[in-house]
């Protein structure tokens, strides 16, 4: 089921984030998978265009047992390219195997703490 999940993150030292995902308390195996993580302004309709993308293998890693890795790195250089006085994004993510229809996992709020 797709969860409202809020991320934060430093942006002097981004790191990583996790997320599990899991189809009735079961996690499945990602490795075959595609995932993009699409991320607007705050306040934008995530309908509109979207500000940027990261996507699998290199910014998104899908692995066992339900593993998604955001990298956070690839994340703000990103901010920093398009939208870099911004503090509060939205984020979807969703993951495909092969051509299958796309299947969301989570939306939320990206908060960029800005010391």
């Known amino acids: 089921m797709p969860t409202t999940l809020p991320i934060s993150y430093d942006r002097q030292a981004p790191g990583t984030r996790s997320i599990t995902y899991t189809v009735g308390g079961v996690a499945p195996d990602l490795s075959a998978y595609t995932g993009r993580l699409q991320v607007w302004s705050s306040g934008a309709s995530t309908t509109g265009t979207h500000l940027f ?14 593993s998604i890795v955001i990298d956070m790195v690839a ?23 092969g051509s299958n229809p796309r299947v969301f996992i989570s939306s939320g709020p990206v908060a960029r703490n800005q010391p």
Request: proline content about 5%; aromatic content about 8%.
């Open 75 to 97: 994340f703000e250089s990103q901010v920093v390219a398009h939208a870099p006085t911004e503090a509060v994004f939205h984020y979807s993510l969703d993951v495909q195997d």
């Open 53 to 66: 993308q990261l996507g699998t293998p290199t910014q998104l890693s899908l692995g066992a047992g339900g």
